[in-house]
């Protein structure tokens, strides 16, 4: 069984994986919009395995006889300056995700809770590869300056996830 403070947190968590999910759909729609197919395609697969994340957290909660409760999720914003602000805020959030990842592990230390520090030792893991391949991408974006062929990284980053490279 999950102890009570444990279960919240993780309840908690699928909310915020739902919203992660969300907002790279909103993303992948503004790119698509916005004639960056490559872009699109990059969050669209991002937006899937977001929701890959909130099913784990579902499935894990109810396996050790929780409840998963889901949440109503706020909409995520849809209109984005530009390229580079779309990939400040994915660090941002994804930042913001790695800090709800550890206050789980906290927790789980806390209340001693062996088998879900264990589990979510997982997310931990994806969110140091997530971290550095959007920093990558913020490093390709800066290299190519203001004034840059955003059309060839358009290109690129679509080749990234074909080649599972950007895998996040
Ligand atoms: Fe962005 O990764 Fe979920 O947790």
Known sequence: MLKEKVEKILVNQIGKEA????????????????????IAQWMYAQSGEERMHMLKFVGYINERGGKAVIPAIEEPPS???????????????????????????????????????????????????EEASVSNILDRLNLIGDNGNLYLFDRDIMGMRNSGGAEA
């Open 79 to 129: 209109a984005f300056k530009n390229v580079t602000d779309l990939f400040k805020q994915t660090m941002e959030h994804e930042q913001y995700i790695s800090e709800a990842i550890n206050e789980i592990v906290a927790v789980c230390n806390e209340e001693k809770d062996f088998s879900t520090h264990q589990w979510v030792q997982w997310f931990v893991n994806e969110q140091i590869e």
């Open 19 to 38: 919203y992660s999910s969300n907002l790279y759909l909103a993303m992948a729609s503004w790119a698509e919009c916005n004639g960056y197919p490559g």
